[in-house]
């Protein structure tokens, strides 16, 4: 059973940056796909950043492209996300998600594992 735990959340004003990390335990996730997903209060669950197994192909959500980076490091079982420009929009709560598979996909219902959440504000 994999343990995924983010965490990097906080409090930034706008125009900011933060690092959210992944750190998985109980098992390897160098083969599986990985995942960032965010929800906002009344919104659901939505697809932010996937990352293949290998780590060769990476997705981004159009909102996000060019502001976020998705990584990981198989040899530290962690997976990162870098938010560059934070706007009010982006507040949500963030979470991890490991899929069986090599291939990351958009639908949250595709994911096996997944962390408890890891809260972001960004203030205006």
């Known amino acids: 059973q994999v343990l995924l735990v983010e965490s990097g959340g906080g409090v930034v004003q706008a125009g900011g940056s933060l690092r959210l990390s992944c750190a998985a335990s109980g098992g390897t996730i160098s083969n599986n796909a990985m995942a960032w997903f965010r929800q906002a209060p009344g919104k659901e669950r939505e697809f932010v950043a996937g990352i293949s197994g290998g780590g060769s192909t990476t997705s981004y959500t159009d909102s996000v492209k060019g502001r976020f980076t998705i990584s990981r490091d198989n040899f530290q079982n962690t997976m990162y996300l870098q938010m560059n420009r934070l706007k009010p929009e982006d507040t949500a709560v963030y979470y991890c998600?490991?899929?069986?598979?090599?291939?990351?996909?958009?639908?949250?219902?595709?994911?096996?594992?997944w962390g408890q959440g890891t809260q972001v504000t960004v203030s205006s």
């Open positions: 998600a490991a899929r069986l598979s090599l291939w990351y996909h958009q639908n949250a219902l595709e994911y096996n594992y």
